[in-house]
């Protein structure tokens, strides 16, 4: 991929839910005395800076607040009750125009690095058919790059249907870069405190 093609790539941070399973907003959770909102819009400003993009929704406010001053923009997903798929869409919408290709990620996989990040980027080919996706505990999924011919299947997608339908369409080539810390996700308080417990271990 060349130097033009890179600096088309827009980050966008999925963090709009109610998170009704951990039972407070979860994006204003701490780790480390970090909330997992603020770290997600970091690792996004250390890949694409100004062209990162925070998807909120459900008390978005506190979770726009709880970044600081964004490098990148706020989208504001008035319909996030009808699920992740909303907040994709909403993404396409907002970035379209002016990105060749976009990374999802999530506020809860709060191991993932700007390393792994980068790797993604760095392994697109310039293929507007392509997605590059992280694969981990034997899956395929986010953090994921989508090229710009994804971007109309990410927008129909609907309800809770993720981006990781698209990884089984014959349309598009998938490539993968492993990252085992991505299978680390907080769903939960406990999740969250498990995570800090090992940490100090």
């Not at 839910?17 to 603020?38: D, M």
């Amino acid at each position: 991929m060349n130097h033009s093609e890179h600096e088309s790539v827009f980050a966008v941070v999925l963090a709009a839910g109610a998170a009704s399973r951990f039972g407070s907003t979860k994006q204003l959770a701490e780790l480390h005395g970090v909330p997992l909102v603020r770290q997600a819009c970091a690792l996004a400003d250390s890949c694409c800076g100004a062209r990162s993009v925070l998807v909120a929704g459900h008390d978005w406010r506190a979770v726009a607040d709880a970044c600081g001053p964004l490098p990148g923009f706020l989208v504001i997903n008035d319909n996030y009750t009808d699920g992740i798929a909303s907040s994709i869409a909403l993404a396409v919408t907002a970035i379209g125009h002016a990105a060749r290709a976009m990374l999802i990620l999530l506020a809860d996989q709060p191991m993932i690095s700007a390393t792994h990040l980068h790797a993604l980027i760095a392994a697109w080919s310039g293929d507007e058919q392509e997605i590059v996706a992280t694969s981990y505990a034997g899956v395929n999924g986010v953090p994921a790059l989508f090229a710009s011919g994804c971007f109309s299947s990410l927008a129909a997608l609907r309800g809770d249907q993720g981006a990781r339908t698209l990884l089984s369409d014959a349309r598009f080539t998938v490539r993968t870069i492993a990252c085992e810390e991505a299978a680390i996700d907080i769903d939960t308080v406990d999740d969250l405190l498990r995570i800090e417990n090992n940490a100090r271990s």
